[in-house]
Every structure is written in structure tokens, then in C-alpha cells.
């Protein structure tokens, strides 16, 4: 049958899985660090995958496609249920750094260099279940609450890009206005250390859903 199903551009795919994570019924998974459709009736055609990805890699196609399986889903979700590795039932921690909150952090560090850097919202980790996973492993992390430490990070940040080779920004924060704070401090901070660093922006809803 033609049906609307959704294609992935492995050329744009950056590997960072949210994408497998947003899809209800496990249709897409990676492979070799790249999200790929696993098989076309695992897929309902809703496209939850498509607002999780940062790279705009996901889009729809109508084509020739085997039709959508909710059986076989239900089949396959248990079969990934009973196989999830122990590190991952026991929760293990991706953070590689210490300290983490912005105020604290040195301006200069070895684990600054030639890094990937998360700057995330305190609420964030809360709000969303597989935090550590989906934006902390491999990155440097940072963390903050623009309205509780009432301060500028902006100064702060624009030195640590300044001091260190910083090879791309990561922003968590959440849907409340008040965390359009820590957008705006990075944004400046990348303005003021005259850098061209590449910024994404990822903002979690208060049930924990990536918009």
C-alpha cells in the first residue's frame, strides 16, 4: 500500500538519538551512530520523532510501504523490555566533570578543550527521564537557574568560550519564560567572546516532552 511514512537523511543525522527516543512505538533505532527506520510497520505515520530532531534531518515521504502493525509493535516494545542492559536499569551516570553549576565552574579547564558543551536549566534533568543518556554523555556540563542565582552567566560563559576551545553548544532549558534567561546569557556570551561556535537550542515541556 502508499501510505505517509517518515525518511531520514543520514547526511543530517548528528547520531544524537532523540529521535529513537521520541518514538512511542520503536520504529526508529540506531545503528552504526545513525538513526535509521527499523522497519516501515512499526510506523504510524504521526511523526512524534519529527519535533525531536535537532537537525531537521526527519521529514515525511508518501511511498510504497507495509502497513502499519500494531501487533507486531506491541511484540517488539516487550522484546526490547526484556533485553535493556544492566548499566542502563541501574541508571548510569554520564556526567564526566565536577563541579557543574555555572557559578562554580572554573573559567579555564583540561576538560574544556576541544569539547562538546552542555549548558542545561537546573529543572531539566527533573523534567526529563533520560537525561543523562539523551544530553549529558559525551558533553562537558554545565548548570544554572537564571532566576534563583539572579546573576549575569553571560560574563562568566563569555570567558570560558574565550579561554577554551569550545567545538559546539548545547542549551537545555524548559518551556517557562523564565528560562529564556539562559538562552539569552549564551547567545551574548558567544556575541562577546567573537567566536563562531555552533549553538542548538532544546526546550523540554513541563511533562517532560522535547518540543
Not at 30 to 41: E, P
Not at 90 to 100: E, G, T
Not at 115 to 144: E, M, Q, R, V
Request: glycine letters at 6%; aromatic letters at 6%.
Amino acid at each position: 500500500m502508499t501510505r505517509k511514512i517518515i525518511k531520514i537523511n543520514e547526511e543530517q543525522c548528528n547520531g544524537c538519538g532523540l529521535c529513537a527516543k521520541a518514538c512511542h512505538e520503536g520504529a526508529i533505532g540506531m545503528v552504526n551512530g545513525k538513526a535509521r527506520l527499523l522497519r516501515d510497520d512499526y510506523c504510524d505515520g504521526l511523526g512524534d520523532c519529527l519535533p525531536a530532531c535537532p537537525t531537521g534531518a526527519i521529514s515525511f515521504e508518501e511511498r510504497e510501504a507495509a502497513e502499519y502493525d500494531q501487533a507486531a509493535v506491541n511484540r517488539h516494545k516487550k522484546t526490547k523490555q526484556e533485553s535493556v542492559p544492566v548499566d542502563i536499569l541501574k541508571n548510569k551516570s554520564r556526567l564526566s566533570q565536577w563541579p557543574v553549576q555555572i557559578k562554580l565552574a572554573p573559567v579555564s579547564a583540561p576538560y574544556f578543550s576541544n569539547t562538546d558543551l552542555l549548558i542545561a536549566a537546573d529543572c531539566t534533568a527533573y523534567a526529563y527521564d533520560d537525561f543523562h543518556n539523551s544530553f549529558i554523555k559525551n558533553k562537558i556540563t554545565l548548570i544554572g537557574c537564571p532566576k534563583l542565582d539572579k546573576q549575569d552567566y553571560s560574563e562568566k560563559l563569555t570567558e570560558i568560550f574565550k579561554n577554551n576551545s569550545i567545538r559546539s553548544i548545547t542549551v537545555v532549558k524548559m518551556e517557562v519564560p523564565c528560562c529564556r534567561g539562559i538562552e539569552i546569557a549564551v547567545e551574548k556570551a558567544i556575541r562577546n567572546s567573537e567566536k563562531s561556535i555552533p549553538l542548538q537550542i532544546i526546550t523540554i515541556s513541563t511533562d517532560g516532552r522535547i518540543l
